[in-house]
Every structure is written in structure tokens, then in C-alpha cells.
């Protein structure tokens, strides 16, 4: 069972363009969001996060959105450029008795083409 | 600031076979994470330390994985004996604290290939 779900395994943008990245949840224990971005042969590096109290978090060319009514979220980047070509993952946080418990998507194969 | 040490960063052994992974975390990070990621899929919580003691390993199959951090800083993770479904990367993660809303930090990743 699927807690953390992205439904989307690639999407491809033109340089200059904006990127959507959606994730969907189930669990509505999650409170805290995250996204992080991953290259081949490294391991995945955190991009942004968010808490359930806000709707929105910016930073720099990276937006996250959070609707928590239809447990959905995106990561906006705005513009788009090639060395943005790499993996991102959703994650979703919730504690679970005395400790936080961080529940990955499938993740999103990104290609920004110049 | 240093980053999280894996090593080794490839293993290939026979299925039946014992191997074991070695992370060193951030200094001062109190949780520890081993994450299993099989090919198309996203990280899978394996085990997860605060300090030295296990606070969730409900995904690990005990019957052939083990894992320590025994004087919690360094941990190794064991699988013994492996099974080719095993091949895939492993990855440890520390953070500053179980309790708290913050990101984890990974490392590089060991992969596994079981043949």
C-alpha cells in the first residue's frame, strides 16, 4: 500500500519553462512534506520542505504547494534549466509514537532540455 | 561540514553469501536511517536509529538482516545470507533528531548486486 505516490515517472521541459512535479498521499497523518532531488550515483540531496500549517513555500526558483483538502503537492520550478535533470522524490513525515517516520514516493525522472 | 560516509560503494556476491555496509554519519546527527531503493521505486525505510538504541525497524526482514550502531555514531548493516531480490542500493541517512521536523541527509549509497 502506496502511501506516498507519484504517478507521473518522467516529464520532460524546455529550458526556460516551468516544471510541475505532483505527489499524492493517503495517509492524513503526514504533517511535514519534503522534496528531494537525486542524480545518478549520488544519493538524494533535500531540495524543500513544508509543513501541513502552510499552503506554500518558496525558495528561490523552487515553490512547493500543498492542498491538504485533496492530499496533493507540487514542486514548482520556475525557470527550468538542464542541470535541473535529475530524480525527485516526495516524502512525507508523520510521528508515529516517539519518533518521526519519513515515507518516500517512486519519484519523478525529470529532463530539461536546452 | 562533512557529509554522510558509505563504503563500499559497489558489492557484487553470489547469492547465500554475508555481506555488510558501513555508514558514518554527519557529527552531531543523532538519527541514524538505513533506506533500501530497488530499481524504479523510491527509498524503503529499513531501520532507523536515535543515538544507539532502534526506533522503528518494523520493515527489516529480521530473518536475514541485521543492523548496530553501538556506540551511536558509526552503523553496519548486515545481510546474511543474501537473495538475488536484494540487489538494490542501500542507503544511510542521518538527521539531527527523531523528534524534530528536519530533513535527512544521505549518503552516496552502496550497490548491491546479488547474482
Known amino acids: 500500500d502506496q502511501q506516498v505516490k507519484q504517478n507521473s515517472p518522467s516529464l520532460s521541459v524546455q529550458e526556460g519553462r516551468i516544471s510541475i512535479l505532483n505527489c499524492d498521499y493517503t495517509n492524513s497523518m503526514f504533517d511535514y512534506f519534503l522534496w528531494y532531488k537525486k542524480y545518478p550515483a549520488e544519493g538524494p540531496t533535500f531540495l524543500i520542505s513544508i509543513s501541513s500549517i502552510k499552503d506554500k513555500n518558496e525558495d528561490g526558483r523552487f515553490t512547493v504547494f500543498l492542498n491538504k483538502s485533496a492530499k496533493h503537492l507540487s514542486l514548482h520550478i520556475v525557470p527550468s534549466q538542464p542541470g535541473d535533470s535529475a530524480v525527485y522524490f516526495c516524502a512525507a513525515s508523520s510521528s508515529q509514537g516517539s519518533a518521526r517516520q519519513l515515507t518516500f514516493g517512486s519519484g519523478t525522472q525529470l529532463t530539461v532540455l536546452p | 561540514e562533512a557529509g554522510v560516509a558509505q563504503s563500499p560503494r559497489y558489492k557484487i556476491i553470489e547469492k547465500r553469501q554475508s555481506v555488510a555496509f558501513w555508514c558514518n554519519p554527519i557529527?552531531?546527527?543523532?538519527?541514524l536511517y538505513w533506506y533500501q531503493q530497488i530499481l524504479g521505486q523510491g527509498p524503503k525505510l529499513l531501520i532507523q536509529?536515535?543515538?544507539?538504541?532502534?526506533?522503528?525497524d518494523s520493515q527489516l526482514p529480521k530473518d536475514r538482516f541485521s543492523a548496530e550502531r553501538l556506540k551511536g555514531v558509526d552503523s553496519t548493516l548486515k545481510i546474511q545470507p543474501a537473495k538475488l531480490e536484494d540487489s538494490a542500493v542501500y542507503l544511510c541517512?542521518?538527521?539531527?533528531?527523531?523528534?524534530?521536523?528536519?530533513?535527512?541527509?544521505f549518503g552516496q549509497g552502496t550497490r548491491l548486486t546479488v547474482v
Open positions: 541517512a542521518s538527521s539531527l533528531s527523531v523528534l524534530l521536523n528536519t530533513e535527512a541527509f
Open positions: 536509529f536515535q543515538n544507539n538504541g532502534v526506533v522503528d
Open positions: 557529527s552531531g546527527h543523532a538519527t
